[in-house]
């Protein structure tokens, strides 16, 4: 009998693969010790920004994705853009499910709350255009797909963000009969209006530096890597040598990002609790439910997860960098933000390990190669 998925996979992982979660943990761990015991740490990061976002952080995710992005075969994205059964269901999910459960769910969960309320469906509105492509290729999803998807989300994230975040904001509520209390009732238009006038700029010149530098630089490294040196060189010299930089941005970004906000997180314990609990049904149910329905409408393994993984995360960057410009950044909304990725990145990572447990169950499972992301 032939090993498990997981296992065949854990079988082949380097030592820093294989004990990711802990790292990670760690890597938490320890930029919320930092940013609660040194002083200013956390004031001093921020002080360079890009697009609201600590010029620490961009350079960590810019490291993060460009390998991963250089991995792709950008030959065979064409056998993507084809497959409505894929890019269909996407814009279902991450453009009305996401936003709309979201919103329910702030509304169910934080009734009381609403500076944390607004910041979780600002957060739902922000679709995942960074870390998604490091959650998809640990869990062997399609990395051509997510390059697709990705991609494809960062358009929407142009176009619609601003006239989603004024919908969920000011129009939906009225309509539904929700009350607004205090200043947040009194002044709830006026700032859905001027977070759809600082969204807009924000959202591109996000997508330019967060998806535009690293795809870009894969590319060119991919074509001229095999020009020079041809595929079979470029994939078994060049990128187990360059892959492992995808993870020390992975590590390297989640310490600055909770060394900003230590802080604010350690100190609040109980606002953090309940922002926390509607995340994580968020998650859970935006997971598994596009997981549930890619594998319904015939999508093998590697598609199904790129499809569940893209659908779950989000783009906390954009949601904390909005959320700051327009309501200060020591508002809740931020907070709210900030709270995202403290969620989002142990629950994505144990997903990884549900997703490779889940693929027994796919009738017509990609099969594990050497190119695979963990293999690398």
Not at 214 to 239: D, F, N, Q
């Given at each position: 009998m032939s090993a498990a998925p997981e296992q065949a996979v854990a079988g082949r992982l380097s030592f820093l693969d294989r004990y990711l979660a802990v790292w990670i943990l760690a890597a938490m761990a320890l930029g919320l010790g930092l940013g609660r015991v040194v002083p200013g740490l956390g004031d001093a990061l921020a002080e360079v920004t890009v697009t609201g976002v600590s010029l620490p952080i961009a350079l960590g995710l810019l490291v993060m994705m460009y390998p991963v992005l250089a991995k792709v075969r950008y030959d065979r994205l064409d056998?993507?853009?084809?497959?409505?059964?894929?890019?269909l269901p996407s814009l279902l999910l991450n453009w009305i499910v996401g936003p709309a459960l979201m919103f329910a769910l702030a509304w169910l969960f934080l009734p009381d709350l609403p500076e944390y309320r607004t910041g979780l469906i600002i957060v739902g509105l922000a679709r995942c255009i960074a870390m998604v492509i490091i959650w998809n290729d640990l869990a062997c999803g399609d990395r051509e797909a997510a390059a697709v998807l990705v991609a494809l989300n960062s358009v929407f994230q142009v176009v619609a963000f601003s006239v989603l975040g004024w919908f969920y904001l000011s129009v939906l509520p009225g309509w539904l009969g929700l009350e607004q209390s205090g200043e947040m009732g009194s002044h709830l238009l006026e700032q859905s209006r001027e977070l759809g006038g600082v969204s807009v700029w924000e959202i591109a010149r996000s997508v330019l530096?967060?998806?535009?530098?690293?795809?870009?630089?894969?590319?060119?490294?991919?074509?001229?890597?095999?020009?020079?040196?041809?595929?079979?060189?470029?994939?078994?010299?060049?990128?187990?040598?360059?892959?492992?930089?995808?993870?020390?941005?992975?590590?390297?970004?989640?310490?600055?990002?909770?060394?900003?906000?230590?802080?604010?997180?350690?100190s609040q314990p109980l606002d953090v609790a309940r922002i926390a609990l509607p995340l994580l049904v968020y998650f859970a149910l935006m997971w598994a439910g596009s997981m549930a329905l890619g594998r319904s409408v015939g999508l093998n393994y590697s598609r199904a997860t790129t499809l569940a993984f893209t659908a779950a995360?989000?783009?906390?960057?954009?949601?904390?960098?909005?959320?700051?410009?327009?309501?200060?950044?020591?508002?809740?909304?931020?907070?709210?933000?900030?709270?995202?990725?403290?969620?989002?990145?142990?629950v994505l990572i144990g997903l990884v390990y549900v997703a490779l447990y889940a693929r027994r169950y796919f009738t017509t499972p990609a099969p594990l190669t050497e190119e695979d992301p963990a293999h690398a």
């Open positions: 056998t993507v853009t084809r497959d409505r059964r894929l890019l530096i967060f998806l535009g530098i690293p795809l870009t630089a894969g590319y060119l490294t991919r074509r001229i890597g095999e020009k020079a040196k041809g595929r079979a060189w470029y994939e078994s010299e060049l990128i187990p040598r360059i892959g492992p930089f995808a993870l020390y941005g992975l590590l390297f970004t989640i310490v600055i990002l909770f060394a900003l906000q230590g802080d604010a997180i350690t995360g989000n783009n906390f960057e954009l949601a904390i960098a909005v959320a700051i410009a327009t309501f200060g950044a020591t508002s809740g909304q931020a907070l709210a933000g900030v709270v995202g990725p403290l969620i989002e990145v142990p």
